[in-house]
């Protein structure tokens, strides 16, 4: 292992481990009323800030260290099938936006019945070509994390509506769309930068930490990928990524 590698697995367990005990607590105290006590409406909402920051606070861990390993060329490659990965970033990303949507999806083994409550939600997802049937030969976390930044920004940005769509026969294509205000096409060039904050109003008004579509950008291109976007003001807003798999780079 070098000396780089060495210091992110460091640095993510050293932080990983508090973060890990704070949400395990704040979700123990919201769920075990009956040991615990009950809590008032004030101390129930202060609990689950504390535990949606802190699994905020983790998915922003994992993107340090799986952008700092892409840029390093360290993927961990293996098959796995799309239709498992796409319901399983869904997850994690409702589990920060809507938990009770999360709830519904996380037991569900029927992956038809998961689109069916994601449709209620204004979430409609498409898998066609090789790979709805054929496993996809890559880095999954990697894979899932730039899903999942994708479609955290579109659910924050949308009006009603995240289209997710699936295709590829040699290539993975990954399209995900929202009907939300759209980004300028002079603010586009600065999107990608590090900490950037758009101007748009809207925007600035859905905006995180900034990190997401420079991260998104990092993995895509140091996986061998392309990254595109068509967008326009009060035109929604289309992210194209794609990925060779890797034994045919």
Same mark, same amino acid.
């Given at each position: 292992?070098?000396?780089? *590698?060495?210091?992110?697995?460091?640095?993510?367990?050293?932080?990983?481990?508090?973060?890990?005990?704070?949400?395990?607590?704040?979700?123990?105290?919201?769920?075990?009323?009956?040991?615990?006590?009950?809590?008032?409406?004030? &101390?129930?909402?202060?609990?689950?800030?504390?535990?949606?920051?802190?699994?905020?606070?983790?998915?922003?861990?994992?993107? $340090?260290?799986?952008?700092?390993?892409? /840029?390093?060329?360290?993927?961990?490659?293996?098959?796995?099938?799309? &239709?498992?990965?796409?319901?399983?970033?869904?997850?994690?990303?409702?589990?920060?936006?809507?938990?009770?949507?999360?709830?519904?999806?996380?037991?569900?083994?029927?992956? /038809?019945?998961?689109?069916?409550?994601?449709?209620? &939600?204004?979430?409609?997802?498409? $898998?066609?070509?090789?790979?709805?049937?054929?496993?996809?030969?890559?880095?999954?976390?990697?894979?899932?994390? !730039?899903? *999942?930044?994708?479609?955290?920004?579109?659910?924050?940005?949308?009006?009603?509506?995240?289209?997710?769509?699936?295709?590829?026969?040699?290539?993975? +294509? !990954?399209?995900?769309?929202?009907?939300?205000?759209?980004?300028?096409?002079?603010?586009?060039? !600065?999107?990608?930068?590090?900490?950037?904050?758009?101007?748009?109003?809207?925007?600035? &008004?859905?905006?995180?930490?900034?990190?997401?579509?420079?991260? +998104?950008?990092?993995?895509?291109?140091?996986?061998?990928?392309? $990254?595109?976007?068509?967008?326009?003001?009060?035109?929604?807003?289309?992210?194209?990524?794609?990925?060779?798999?890797?034994?045919?780079?």
């Amino acid at each position: 292992m070098g000396t780089k *590698e060495y210091l992110y697995d460091l640095f993510v367990h050293d932080l990983a481990g508090p973060l890990s005990v704070a949400a395990t607590t704040a979700r123990g105290l919201l769920s075990r009323m009956e040991a615990y006590g009950p809590l008032t409406e004030q &101390q129930k909402q202060c609990l689950e800030r504390i535990e949606r920051n802190t699994k905020k606070a983790q998915v922003i861990l994992k993107e $340090i260290l799986d952008v700092g390993r892409s /840029e390093e060329h360290l993927f961990q490659a293996n098959e796995f099938f799309v &239709q498992a990965l796409v319901k399983d970033a869904l997850l994690n990303v409702m589990e920060i936006l809507d938990a009770s949507v999360a709830e519904r999806l996380e037991n569900l083994q029927d992956p /038809e019945a998961a689109w069916n409550i994601l449709r209620e &939600q204004g979430v409609f997802v498409r $898998i066609t070509g090789k790979y709805s049937v054929s496993p996809f030969f890559h880095d999954r976390r990697k894979v899932q994390l !730039i899903l *999942e930044n994708l479609m955290s920004n579109a659910l924050k940005y949308r009006k009603t509506k995240l289209d997710v769509s699936i295709s590829g026969e040699t290539d993975l +294509v !990954i399209l995900v769309s929202d009907d939300g205000c759209g980004i300028p096409k002079n603010e586009q060039e !600065i999107m990608y930068k590090r900490f950037m904050q758009l101007k748009h109003e809207e925007l600035r &008004q859905a905006q995180g930490f900034g990190l997401g579509l420079f991260c +998104v950008k990092a993995l895509v291109e140091s996986m061998g990928g392309e $990254i595109a976007v068509m967008s326009g003001e009060d035109c929604g807003t289309t992210f194209t990524v794609r990925i060779s798999p890797l034994h045919a780079r």
